[in-house]
């Protein structure tokens, strides 16, 4: 028993894990409904609760996994701290979705649809706050004028090339350059070796 819910027995694994597979296959689904089914998805991970230990764990890193195949949150943010920081809530929250559904106008199967949506949606706006709170910390626009202050200065004492600014903001935003878009924004481009012609000495 893991509070009051009380997983699946263990010779109906299989069957819910297939269609845990099924269901949330990212390649069946839009961009759109994939962002909400990383939310239904850490649900029903607990719900079957396949390990013995860790299963918090593992959904969790499966979340910021699939958000992040979404194009979802970075490395500078998770939505498993905003979970750890409403821990009540997302107890809580995670107890109703747990719930058997509430007649027949409350999905088709045997938990609750309604309950699923509201998990959803406190998971989401969990997602949303730690966007907001990590925008305040970092300051983006702020960041990107002290970053802009920094390359003038070396780049006027020689320590970096003409052209940094741009391959670093791009860095910054992105989160990683791919390498023939470099030339592109320093303006720099790759050095080719001179092909020099071979002439054999003369004889004697």
């Known amino acids: 028993m893991v509070g009051t819910h009380i997983p699946p027995d263990e010779t109906a694994l299989p069957s819910l894990l297939l269609r845990f597979e099924e269901a949330y296959a ?20 607990l719900w079957i609760h396949p390990f013995y230990d860790g299963n918090g764990r593992v959904a969790r890193l499966m979340s ?7 194009g979802v949150g970075s490395s500078l943010w998770s939505v498993a701290r905003g979970l750890a920081r409403n821990a009540d809530r ?39 706050d ?19 202050l920094y390359v003038d200065d070396e780049v006027a004492a020689g320590r970096l090339p003409r052209g940094s600014l741009a391959l670093l903001r791009e860095a910054f935003l992105a989160g990683e350059v ?3 878009r470099a030339a592109d924004l320093t303006g720099y481009r790759e050095r080719r070796g001179r092909q020099v012609p071979f002439r054999a000495a003369p004889p004697g």
């Open 90 to 128: 997302y107890k809580a929250a995670l107890a109703r979705a747990d719930e058997p559904r509430h007649g027949d106008l409350d999905g088709r199967g045997y938990l609750s649809d309604r309950m699923l949506r509201e998990f959803t949606r406190f998971f989401l706006d969990t997602c949303i």
């Open 26 to 45: 990212p390649e069946r689904l839009s961009k759109s409904i994939r962002i909400l089914s990383a939310a239904a998805a850490h649900h029903r991970l």
């Open 178 to 180: 791919e390498r023939g």
């Open 64 to 70: 910021h996994a699939m958000l992040l195949r979404c």
């Open 130 to 148: 730690q966007v907001d709170l990590m925008g305040s910390l970092l300051q983006p626009p702020e960041l990107l004028r002290r970053m802009e």
